[in-house]
């Protein structure tokens, strides 16, 4: 059996073996060599040998100086306004004085505050004002160490949030804190009659 010894300038070798996205029929895409080539020979501002020409390079700064941002009144009242509302923005809402509700493990959170209820499972969140909000119902496993949130909003959608407790003398602690932040914020629509003296 001979052997030739050498660099081979055949086409690379083709089909399934040697790619698995091979599929009969279709054309080999170009090696990336002959891509370059191409892109160096067609590329604005190059002469065709492939050469960048001078021109193109000591162009391209000086047009990059003349457009800077900023340069006219109108630009720099805009930014201006926006930065005005950047920092209205980032000034922290004065939270009232009234009970929050915060409880989370190492993927989920749950935060009931004066503005809703908040619940973040790892990158995904959402945000529920009270009146968005027709109802709130917990649960906790039987075994193990599961809570559970569901908010369940008006139009028969609902919500649920399984927090790890770290025991489950926590469910209790947990009731007790929700409780008192629903009984603060959330209004069911059902009005308590007035008692009579």
Do not use: N
């Amino acid at each position: 059996m001979e052997q030739r010894i050498g660099s081979s300038s055949s086409k690379p070798l083709e089909g399934a073996g040697f790619d698995p996205a091979f599929i009969p029929g279709l054309t080999a895409p170009a090696t990336g060599r002959e891509e370059d080539a191409k892109d160096t020979k067609d590329a604005p501002g190059t002469d065709g040998d492939g050469t960048v020409a001078d021109a193109a390079t000591e162009a391209a700064p000086e047009a990059e100086e003349s457009e800077k941002p900023g340069d006219s009144p109108a630009v720099e009242a805009v930014e201006a306004v926006e930065a005005a509302e950047e920092s209205e923005d980032d000034e922290p809402e004065p939270a009232p004085d009234g009970p929050v509700f915060e409880a989370s493990d190492r993927r989920a959170a749950l935060v009931a505050d004066h503005r809703g209820v908040r619940l973040r499972l790892d990158d995904q969140e959402c945000e529920f004002r009270w009146d968005e909000i027709g109802a709130v119902e917990t649960e906790t496993a039987r075994f193990g160490k599961r809570y559970t949130v569901t908010v369940h909003t008006p139009d028969r959608r609902w919500y649920p949030l399984e927090i790890d407790a770290d025991s489950r003398r926590r469910f209790a602690e947990w009731d007790a804190a929700l409780d008192k932040v629903l009984d603060a914020y959330f209004d069911d629509g059902a009005e308590e009659p007035a008692d009579r003296a």
